[in-house]
């Protein structure tokens, strides 16, 4: 997919974006014809569309043939519109659920989808599309973006062998495997992967210590055999994480070591993210057995 520009009274960047699988969902709207007066507004016409009334009372049929945009959706972190045939539009802007401009598409003849990437950390909630003819607001369309994380399954490389990656020679017993599902409508980015507590090499101080290091993100991309900065997660998407600093090793004076009675405790599996800029977490119990040597106990994983 080619880069897409940001555009907006303060002057945004470009991006390029992986592609990613999408969905379409119907969504609520209201056609409106109105018309804009007004030497100062038209002077304003690039900000066109940033005020406007609620969006409680746009419903209706999202397939009726009279609507000029009938379907909204995401794509990645781009946020796509498709336009009825022969809609009658020049431009479309895009309106922050705050109500500030975000963006504006020219509406070339024949033009029947226009696209918008959403800023790495964009602002969840409802966001309008509003569309123009000769500075005259013919169209009006909301669409709820709300990322949604769930962590579903966490596991250890060395008892779920069949879960880890394939094709590298690292060893993958140590690691992690972290299981996330997207249950909202828009695309989240996941920043850093985390293990805080009783796991025998945690990534605090009494362990491999990136919790605040920015620079680290403890997600392991088997593709590169290397660890990545972030993964986007689109809507409706689940992906795979995997572990980059082998949460679940022994090493001596980190962490839990193996001891000659079993043992007991919890951890906490967090996920920092970009949009929402809070920390998805979930707490595990974790047992380990008994032992004479401090790396050779199993290790049991269950949900609290």
Same mark, same amino acid.
């Given at each position: 997919?080619?880069?897409?520009?940001?555009?907006?009274?303060?002057?945004?960047?470009?991006?390029?974006?992986?592609?990613?699988?999408?969905?379409?969902?119907?969504?609520?709207?209201?056609?409106?014809?109105?018309?804009?007066?007004?030497?100062?507004?038209?002077?304003?016409?690039?900000?066109?569309?940033?005020?406007?009334?609620?969006?409680?009372?746009?419903?209706?049929?999202?397939?009726?043939?009279?609507?000029?945009?009938?379907?909204?959706?995401?794509?990645?972190?781009?946020?796509?519109?498709?336009?009825?045939?022969?809609?009658?539009?020049?431009?479309?802007?895009?309106?922050?659920?705050?109500?500030? #401009? @975000?963006?504006?598409?020219?509406?070339?003849? !024949?033009?029947?989808?226009? &696209?918008?990437? +959403?800023?790495?950390?964009?602002? *969840?909630?409802?966001?309008?599309?509003?569309?123009?003819?000769?500075?005259?607001?013919?169209?009006?369309?909301?669409?709820?973006?709300?990322?949604?994380?769930?962590?579903?399954?966490?596991?250890?490389?060395?008892?779920?062998?069949?879960?880890?990656?394939?094709?590298?020679?690292?060893?993958?017993?140590?690691?992690? #495997? @972290?299981?996330?599902?997207?249950?909202?409508? !828009?695309?989240?980015?996941? &920043?850093?992967? +985390?293990?805080?507590?009783?796991? *025998?090499?945690?990534?605090?101080?009494?362990?491999?210590?990136?919790?605040?290091?920015?620079?680290?993100?403890?997600?392991?991309?088997?593709?590169?055999?290397?660890?990545?900065?972030?993964?986007?997660?689109?809507?409706?998407?689940?992906?795979?994480?995997?572990?980059?600093?082998?949460?679940?090793?022994?090493?001596?004076?980190?962490?839990?070591?193996?001891?000659?009675?079993?043992?007991?405790?919890?951890?906490?599996?967090?996920?920092?993210?970009?949009?929402?800029?809070?920390?998805?977490?979930?707490?595990?119990?974790?047992?380990?057995?008994?032992?004479?040597?401090?790396?050779?106990?199993?290790?049991?994983?269950?949900?609290?």
């Amino acid at each position: 997919m080619p880069a897409i520009d940001y555009f907006g009274c303060s002057g945004l960047r470009s991006s390029s974006i992986r592609p990613m699988k999408h969905s379409y969902s119907d969504l609520s709207r209201r056609t409106v014809s109105r018309t804009i007066a007004g030497a100062a507004l038209a002077g304003l016409a690039g900000c066109l569309g940033a005020g406007g009334s609620s969006n409680s009372d746009r419903n209706t049929n999202p397939l009726a043939s009279h609507d000029l945009i009938k379907h909204v959706g995401i794509q990645g972190m781009t946020l796509v519109a498709e336009l009825a045939a022969g809609a009658d539009i020049d431009r479309i802007n895009l309106i922050e659920p705050n109500g500030e #401009f @975000v963006g504006q598409r020219q509406v070339a003849g !024949g033009t029947q989808r226009v &696209s918008f990437e +959403l800023r790495p950390a964009y602002t *969840p909630g409802k966001y309008r599309l509003v569309g123009l003819k000769n500075e005259e607001e013919v169209a009006d369309v909301s669409y709820g973006i709300q990322p949604d994380l769930r962590i579903v399954d966490v596991g250890i490389g060395k008892y779920h062998p069949d879960r880890m990656w394939n094709g590298s020679s690292r060893d993958t017993d140590d690691e992690a #495997f @972290v299981a996330v599902k997207n249950r909202g409508t !828009g695309p989240d980015i996941i &920043s850093k992967l +985390l293990f805080i507590g009783d796991v *025998p090499y945690p990534s605090d101080e009494d362990g491999t210590n990136y919790e605040n290091n920015d620079r680290v993100s403890g997600i392991y991309d088997p593709s590169s055999d290397s660890e990545q900065a972030e993964v986007v997660i689109a809507a409706g998407d689940q992906v795979t994480l995997y572990s980059s600093r082998s949460p679940f090793a022994f090493v001596p004076g980190a962490g839990v070591s193996c001891l000659a009675q079993p043992q007991s405790g919890q951890f906490e599996l967090i996920l920092e993210n970009q949009v929402q800029e809070t920390k998805i977490s979930r707490t595990y119990d974790i047992e380990y057995s008994a032992s004479s040597e401090f790396d050779s106990c199993d290790i049991d994983i269950g949900e609290v």
